[in-house]
């Protein structure tokens, strides 16, 4: 899934990752916890493709970050973030039924993800009048309907109410029975320990497991 060998990046001239090694398999998931501005997200955009790294191999899915990935290995990866990637002006179900398309999955598929997430009744509400709850439960049905290989999820829980919060365990363990894999970054351990195989800190631009985890 990922095989990272000596990568370092800069972003905007900082040094953020350094000489990082890092190997995620099929069917695994992994925590990323670290202070902040430790790179945590920077790491993730890379996983996403979003980034190309300074130097060492990056492999994701099998496609060198080097150059661009294929638009299939894109399609295959799902990063949910800080940012929402929905469109405001548009309504929920608007949103969803477009990255149904995109996808190739029918429509009634943006329904019965919206469903999944408790958005049924508020589908026609405009994303920018949504609570951030709201938006955030919308974010993961993006998941549910892109049915990713990689899941990428930086601080999920972030903004959800506690009923909520077994949508990112439905999503890890869904991505892991489609022999893909998963990394969630979060500030929180004891919600993460439960979700992963490893929990994994980023200090000093390289990657090293927490004792007592995994």
């Known amino acids: 899934m990922i095989a990272f060998t000596k990568v370092s ?9 350094r000489d990082l090694d890092w190997r995620l398999a099929a069917g695994n998931a992994v925590g990323i916890v670290g202070a902040n501005g430790a790179g ?32 299939e290995v894109r399609r295959a990866i799902c990063l949910i973030g800080h940012h929402s990637a ?7 179900a608007e949103n969803l039924r477009f990255i149904a398309e995109l996808h190739g999955r029918p429509p009634s598929m943006a329904d019965a993800a919206l469903q999944a997430v ?5 589908a026609d509400r405009q994303v ?14 993006r998941a549910v309907i892109s049915q990713p290989t990689l899941l990428l999820l930086d601080e999920p829980h972030a903004g959800l109410d ?11 363990s869904g991505v892991r029975e489609r022999a893909g894999a998963a990394v969630v970054v979060s500030h929180d351990r004891e919600l993460l320990a439960p979700l992963v195989d490893e929990v994994l800190e980023l200090r000093d631009g390289r990657l090293s497991p927490v004792p007592g985890f995994g």
């Open 9 to 17: 990046l800069d972003v905007y001239r900082a040094p953020v990752l």
């Open 40 to 71: 945590k997200t920077t790491l993730l955009h890379l996983a996403a493709s979003a980034y190309r790294p300074a130097s060492g191999t990056a492999l994701v899915l099998g496609a060198d970050l080097a150059g661009p990935p294929p638009s």
């Open 128 to 141: 920018g009048r949504c609570s951030q709850g709201m938006v955030k439960r919308a974010e993961l049905a």
């Open 162 to 172: 506690p009923e909520a919060r077994e949508l990112v365990d439905f999503l890890i």
């Open 118 to 122: 408790g958005l049924a009744r508020a």
């Open 86 to 92: 929905l469109y405001p002006q548009l309504s929920l």
